[in-house]
């Protein structure tokens, strides 16, 4: 079974990290294992390649992703300015603290 490269550029790779480890675990679980049946081996091989399409299709979407935020943020900066204020006031007013009642 052959490692799959996880690589985005310039990203946190600690999920591919944790994949590329999980895969090796599993090699050696294999490995370890003389009289593993061929359809195990079989299964744990296509389990690994879900996984792989799955990473590559969710890293294509988050690259997808934030390349269209960034487009609106350039497109219209006093909206997104206003907007992030506006989101800021809300995040401030749920985290101020509830007044006191009945304090004279």
Partial sequence: MSNIDFDIDGGDNRLAES?????????TLMGD????????KNR???????IADLYSL??????????VVE???VARPWTSAFVAFGLGCLVATLLRPAPRRGWY
């Avoid at 294992?33 to 195990?40: A, F, H, I, T």
């Avoid at 744990?44 to 879900?50: A, F, G, V």
């Avoid at 969710?58 to 390349?67: H, Q």
Wanted: hydrophobic share 40%.
């Fill in 44 to 50: 744990l091989q296509s389990l690994q390649d879900q």
């Fill in 33 to 40: 294992m003389p009289n593993v049946p061929p359809e195990l």
């Fill in 71 to 73: 487009e609106a943020i």
């Fill in 19 to 27: 994949i590329a480890r999980l895969q090796d675990e599993a090699e």
């Fill in 58 to 67: 969710l890293s294509e979407e988050a690259a997808y992703s934030v390349d």
